[in-house]
């Protein structure tokens, strides 16, 4: 009885038009900017930055967000972190920005585990007076004034392909362990290493499958023990994220398959360095994350100082890493990555 | 009670009545507000506020009908697993196309048939409800992650988003807290004022002795099992709106915190003993501390700590408390004269 009205009440609802996914579409996005940009404003002291990653406590997050304070330190300003403890908890995150809005920071940066879920509380953040710097992992353009991105995804994607291409002689099957389905970074990477795939060069390399190990070690691991077994002849992995690589080399470091099947991706060289000296992995890349946090923290000090406002074309001097300019959407570009292999990997320290 | 003649013994047994856990964790959520007015920065304004009832809206939401489980002698612990399961069917029904305005009452009805599920497996086969319903919290989450997978959905229509986490204006209410407002009075005066409340005290009490006076015990926990699913699929709903994602490990761990709160609010696991009031009380003390030690820049670890040891202490005390008291009447009992209405200590 009461589930036959229900339904009624279900059906009439949808007959009489709803608010269905296709309405929510077409309302406008306009962009977070306003005011006016003045390249030779005074830098502010005495700001407080938030630094929210996606996860706490993970080696890559530690070393952008030491990169921010640095730099934070230096400008005269304050650095705080604040973060959840699982790189999925986006509700954790949602709470986290409110926490920080409620605190009233000058600013925040932050690295969004989900491009939509962030973008109510961002807004009132914004709403607040708040600056908001996404790096990383970028929302919506419209929750947020500008995107640190870590290199241009282009050169990314396209560049572990080369790399990976290389170490099998442009032949075989291989496959891709990404991060969480949702993550968007990996995703706009995933998309671009298919495009380049396309070229015809790479006619005799076939990606099977693209696996998602949710940045999770255990779950990494088992994912790339799960590839090999599905796919005997796999010649090699991309795994664009440090949890990912890092938890493949572990699992291929002590199987048959150590130096038969090649590995690439985004790694930190204090992760890899190991399994680089073993022989398990022969070149990987990533920019510093050191200085894409650095980057983050100069870019929310010079909006809160009212240097720039968001808007393409605006140019701003990060200290003693150069000027930068804003690109389209509100985007800003670290630059183009570091390949690290036996030669030049005890240079580096994070 | 027939007590006209007050004499100060009888009193002090009244004013002794009045101190109960649930009047103690009153005050107690009383002090932590006041302490945190005037010692946390940022704490008292309007926004902040706001931020804390949203947060602690869907443990408050479930403690209401589990507090009447526990009441009855039974509990569940497949509500964060409903909540999760009923966003991730949201999520999934949103993509196909659906209309969010039946996309939400279906929501409801399949809370209905998760708590239908754990009522029957409980009341028709004489099931412990822990046992059931540590089966269908997994069950319910598996079922949630083959709904939606790993999958996100973010894009709910901005009016119902703004529902899920807006106020009215600039004021320190959030739009949701009508609903819940509402349920609460529902809650209160069903499980204080009516024969279904005194039933569900009368069952948790002694379940034999209740059937023997007549009332339908099976047919009394099935129903307090399916208002359990509806309210923890409602949950849900507001879940992925207040934090603008539908997932399906949404609310993971959330009946840990439901059921901390109401063990705070000093509802008897052994049934038959509880109040609404203590329940919210305990829901807030536990959200308001939350909220002040995240102003704080407590880390995330150790707020886990500080729960966790005030829920031992909360669970302790009262027990701590009764058996005082009864040593002491003991003594008193061997120790006074038969009539001496100064034998008060």
Not at chain 1, 257 to 284: I, Q
Not at chain 1, 313 to 324: N, S
Not at chain 2, 105 to 120: D, R, W
Request: with cysteine.
């Amino acid at each position: 009885m009461a589930i036959s009205i229900t339904a009624a009440l279900a059906l009439g609802a949808t007959a009489c038009g709803g608010t269905t996914k296709e309405d929510t579409e077409k309302e406008g996005a306009a962009a977070a900017t306003d005011g006016k940009a003045d390249p030779n404003a005074a830098i502010k002291k005495g700001l407080t930055v938030g630094f929210l990653p996606k996860q706490v406590n993970n080696p890559y997050f530690t070393s952008a967000d030491k990169g921010g304070e640095k730099a934070l330190k230096e400008l005269g300003s304050n650095y705080k972190e604040v973060g959840p403890s699982s790189g999925t908890d986006t509700s954790g995150q949602v709470s986290y920005v409110n926490t920080l809005t409620q605190q009233q920071v000058d600013a925040m940066a932050v690295s969004a585990q989900d491009p939509g879920a962030l973008c109510t509380a961002l807004k009132q953040a914004m709403k607040n007076g708040i600056k908001v710097v996404t790096y990383d992992s970028d929302t919506k353009p419209e929750c947020r004034n500008v995107f640190v991105s870590q290199a241009s995804g282009d050169a990314i994607g396209r560049t572990q392909v080369q790399l990976l291409a290389e170490q099998i002689s442009y032949k075989g099957e291989i496959a891709v362990l990404s991060a969480a389905q949702t993550a968007t970074n990996q995703n706009a990477w995933i998309d671009v290493m298919k495009d380049e795939l396309k070229d015809p060069k790479y006619k005799d390399i076939k990606l099977v499958k693209i696996a998602y190990g949710d940045d999770d070690a255990q779950k990494s691991f088992q994912q790339t023990q799960g590839l090999l077994q599905e796919y005997p002849d796999l010649k090699g992995i991309i795994s664009p994220t440090t949890v990912g690589i890092k938890a493949a080399a572990q699992y291929l470091s002590g199987s048959k398959y150590k130096g038969k099947v090649s590995l690439t991706g985004l790694g930190t060289p204090n992760d890899m360095r190991k399994y680089v000296k073993n022989g398990t992995v022969e070149e990987f890349e990533l920019w510093d994350p050191a200085k894409l946090g650095e980057l983050a923290a100069r870019t929310a000090v010079a909006l809160s100082s009212g240097q720039i406002t968001g808007k393409e074309g605006e140019t701003f001097k990060a200290g003693g890493m150069g000027e930068y300019t804003i690109g389209k959407d509100g985007v800003i570009d670290l630059g183009k990555p570091t390949v690290f292999d036996a030669k030049n990997i005890d240079q580096f320290d994070f | 009670m027939p007590d006209t003649k007050t004499t100060p013994a009888a009193s002090w047994t009244r004013l002794r009545g009045a101190v109960r856990w649930d009047t103690t964790v009153g005050a107690l959520l009383l002090t932590l507000l006041i302490c945190s007015f005037s010692f946390v920065d940022n704490f008292g304004n309007a926004l902040n506020i706001s931020f804390l009832i949203g947060n602690t809206l869907p443990i408050a939401l479930i403690a209401l009908p589990m507090t009447m489980l526990v009441v009855s002698g039974e509990v569940d612990l497949s509500v964060g697993s409903t909540a999760g399961l009923s966003g991730a069917v949201m999520g999934a029904l949103w993509n196909q196309g659906m209309a969010i305005e039946s996309i939400i009452p279906l929501c409801l009805l399949l809370g209905v048939v998760c708590g239908l599920v754990n009522g029957l497996l409980v009341t028709r086969l004489g099931l412990p409800s822990l046992a059931v319903t540590i089966g269908t919290m997994a069950a319910y989450r598996g079922i949630a992650q083959i709904v939606l997978g790993s999958d996100s959905v973010t894009d709910f229509p901005t009016q119902y988003l703004d529902f899920g986490a807006g106020r009215f204006g600039d004021t320190f209410i959030p739009y949701a807290v009508i609903p819940f407002v509402i349920l609460l009075a529902i809650a209160v005066v069903v499980l204080h004022a009516t024969s279904i409340g005194r039933s569900l005290f009368a069952v948790g009490a002694s379940e034999e002795a209740a059937r023997f006076t007549g009332i339908r015990v099976k047919r009394l926990k099935l129903s307090m099992f399916v208002t359990t699913g509806a309210l923890s699929a409602l949950t849900g709903v507001f879940w992925a709106l207040h934090y603008a994602s539908a997932r399906y490990d949404n609310a993971l761990g959330l009946e840990l915190s439901v059921i901390a709160a109401v063990l705070l609010g000093g509802i008897d696991f052994d049934g038959g003993k509880g109040t609404l009031g203590g329940a919210i009380a305990g829901v807030f003390l536990l959200g308001t501390l939350q909220n002040a030690m995240s102003l704080l820049n407590v880390s995330a670890q150790s707020q886990i700590v500080v729960t966790g040891v005030l829920l031992v202490v909360s669970v302790l005390a009262p027990r701590i408390g009764r058996e005082i008291a009864r040593s002491r009447a003991r003594r008193r009992a061997s120790a006074a004269p038969p009539v001496s209405p100064t034998a008060v200590t």
